[in-house]
């Protein structure tokens, strides 16, 4: 499936996606256009139960929240990879890689899956788990996150960290019509955090991995997977709903600073739509802008 009628960027091309899509003529224009409403019928927000893991990818707590992958946070390669081009229109090679990379970083070769959170859990059970997501800092996950910490708790939320970025658009003259934490705003923000890190964390690391490809990729997704998609925005428009996307934090944080819905408790915001179909996301455009950015910036390629 990943293979066959795939574009540049590893989607499945827009003619093969809208046919499995079902979709009418009138559902294609805006499909192509517009980008395709998420979350769809069936697959609502439940609480997080006991035994669920969460851990330091927002967008893969959302899709465990949602539904798309297993609520209990632990899927396989497959199911990493059909949720994230359900969801966020990642291409088909990016999500193939970065499951892969996921497996072997924290995961169970055996079944070929990971967990989203803890280690210490798998399909097959504890004795044959892997580290997971939060057991993998430095392995996968990288220093210099957006939300997370370097060191310690490495996979909740950070208030301090979400506040310098939510505050970088405080001045806009016209709120709800000009935020947009873009690429520009989101390296900008970076910046700053690659420096904080550099200045107080005593084991800074930024590897060929974790910090030249995934650190990169961290930012980049905020804007590219959940910006909503829409005619007059076709790249996405970042505005104040991402909280609930990225953080879990409620839309009152200005009024309520520490209000949060949870640690793992991220959510798909209301009437909001991903990237259009035939408009992936996909491995060749990570790398490409990436590259422009460390062109740009050479301090975040030193390794």
Request: contains cysteine; glycine residues 10%.
């Amino acid at each position: 499936m990943f293979v066959k009628d795939q574009d540049e960027d590893g989607g499945l091309g827009k003619d093969r996606l809208l046919e499995l899509f079902g979709a009418t003529e009138e559902d294609k224009k805006r499909m192509e256009s517009e980008g395709v409403r998420v979350p769809i019928p069936g697959q609502q927000h439940e609480e997080l139960l006991l035994f669920d893991f969460r851990g330091p990818c927002p967008g893969l707590n959302a899709m465990a929240n949602h539904g798309y992958i297993p609520r209990k946070g632990i899927a396989t390669i497959d199911e990493f990879v059909h949720g994230t081009q359900e969801v966020f229109g990642m291409g088909g090679d990016l999500a193939l890689l970065l499951s892969i990379i996921g497996v072997q970083m924290g995961g169970e070769i055996l079944s070929l899956s990971f967990s989203i959170g803890k280690g210490e859990n798998s399909i097959l059970g504890p004795l044959l788990s892997g580290n997971g997501l939060t057991g993998s800092h430095n392995n996968y996950e990288a220093d210099v996150s957006p939300t997370r910490g370097d060191f310690n708790n490495n996979h909740d939320v950070r208030m301090s960290q979400f506040l310098q970025l939510y505050n970088l658009q405080s001045n806009v003259s016209d709120p709800a019509s000009q935020v947009n934490y873009d690429i520009d705003i989101l390296t900008i923000f970076r910046l700053s955090r690659f420096q904080q890190s550099i200045a107080n964390n005593p084991y800074f690391f930024n590897g060929p991995i974790t910090g030249v490809l995934v650190q990169p990729a961290a930012y980049q997704f905020i804007f590219h997977f959940t910006a909503n998609k829409s005619e007059e925005y076709p790249e996405g428009r970042l505005d104040r709903e991402w909280p609930l996307f990225i953080t879990a934090i409620q839309k009152l944080i200005l009024e309520v600073p520490r209000r949060l819905l949870g640690p793992g408790q991220e959510r798909i915001p209301d009437n909001w739509y991903k990237r259009a179909i035939g408009d992936e996301y996909g491995l060749v455009s990570v790398l490409r802008e990436a590259t422009s950015i460390g062109i740009a910036h050479p301090e975040f390629l030193s390794v």
